[in-house]
């Protein structure tokens, strides 16, 4: 019997609904080529010049306080505006389209210019957890909001605009795309299995093997999911079933910190560089419509693939055919797992 994980094969992922080509026979070699050392950029602790900074002035012309934990604003430069006026149009099944209301947020991590989430204490972490928390729970209490993206760019490469830790929030009427079709998934897996939740089955099989787990606590584990289609992606769940921030106890919200700070700080360890990626919450939404079968889960989404310099492009075969990866998860998540949880960066020691 040939091992089919040698083999080009394709691989199914429940969440989305979707096949991600695996070409391992591209890689089998074990990694040889050198690690460049990328000179890092050295920040100040605060930028007279960052529209983030405390106590600057941003673009549209509003000035932070001089705030010393974290700090939230209305994005400048909104991508949704809560007093849109309703309007549909239905010229036909293929010509629709509908009007949008939200609320787009800003959040910075911290007033230290030159942090990243790797580089934060873990407290500090916490202190954006809970951040979130109310800000999730206030902007789900809004009669016009649905649905509440947690999310953040960091890196240029990610078209991040600024090195200032930040991430974004963008709280809309109706639930976008992407957490649309999980949200199907997950209803469809517990109607079909008994109630059963989808992420705790998968994690119970996770959990059988390890070969996809970078790390944990008590509470959190870390891993490569089986259907990953970026080189590194990484998915965070709660050991225990929760849909929402707002649901989770105190040793949960002080251990999502924790693993947030080991899974960013394995990323910075990965090419000795300041890792970037795309990273979101995906949770219950607030249209009060029951969502028990829901588990809470952050998806990070990197880019780089061998270097801090070779990045892999959704190209091609990706755009129009189905995402294709050569690094097995399995290889990958031996990577991140051997990585020391100490940050290589001596200013974090
Ligand atoms: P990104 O770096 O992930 O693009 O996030 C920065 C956000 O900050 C971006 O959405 C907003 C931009 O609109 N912004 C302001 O609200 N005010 C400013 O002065 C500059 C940037
Ligand atoms: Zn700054």
Redesign the pocket.
């Known amino acids: 019997m040939p091992n089919l994980f040698t083999h080009p094969h394709k691989r199914y992922n429940p969440l989305t609904d979707e096949w991600v080509l695996v070409s391992p026979h591209r890689l089998q070699r074990p990694w040889q080529g050198k690690v460049e050392q990328t000179p890092q950029d050295s920040l100040p602790a605060y930028d007279p010049k960052c ?1 983030l900074c405390p106590g600057n002035e ?3 012309g509003h000035r932070n306080p001089p705030y010393k934990n974290v700090f939230v604003f209305d ?3 909104s991508a949704l505006l809560i007093d849109t006026p309703k309007a549909t149009l239905r010229k036909s099944k293929l010509i629709r389209a509908q009007s949008e209301k939200g609320i ?1 947020r ?1 959040i910075c991590y911290s007033p230290r210019h030159d942090l990243t989430m790797a580089e934060l204490p873990t407290r500090d972490i916490e202190n954006v957890v809970d951040v979130w928390t109310k800000e999730y729970y206030e902007l789900c209490s809004r009669k016009e909001i649905t649905h509440v993206q947690i999310f953040e ?1 960091k890196g240029a490469i990610m ?4 090195p200032h830790p ?1 991430g ?1 929030i963008w709280a809309t009427q109706t639930i976008p795309t992407e957490p649309a079709r999980e949200i199907k998934s997950q209803k469809n897996y517990a109607n079909a299995n008994g109630g059963k939740c989808l992420l705790c089955e998968y994690l119970k099989l996770e959990l059988e093997t390890g070969e996809r787990i970078i790390c944990s606590n008590d509470e959190w584990i870390a891993l490569i999911p089986f259907w990953a289609k970026w080189p590194f992606e990484t998915m965070v769940l709660p050991k225990n079933h929760v849909k929402d921030l707002v649901a989770f106890n105190n040793k949960q919200r002080q251990n999502l910190a924790d693993i947030l700070k080991k899974i960013t700080t394995r990323y910075d360890n990965l090419f000795n560089v300041s890792f970037p990626y795309t990273m979101g919450l995906h949770q219950a939404p607030s249209d009060y419509k029951p969502y028990d079968f829901l588990h809470f889960h952050i998806h990070f989404y990197p880019p780089l693939l061998r270097s801090a310099t070779v990045q892999k492009f959704m190209v091609g075969f990706e755009m129009m055919a189905n995402a294709q990866r050569d690094i097995t998860p399995e290889q990958a998540a031996e990577r991140l797992r051997s990585l020391p949880e100490e940050h290589f960066c001596q200013k974090c020691k």
Do not use: I, L, P, T
Not at 159 to 162: E, I, R, T, V, Y
């Open positions: 529209y941003r673009a549209g994005n400048d430069f787009c800003v760019n078209g991040c605009s600024n930040h974004q």
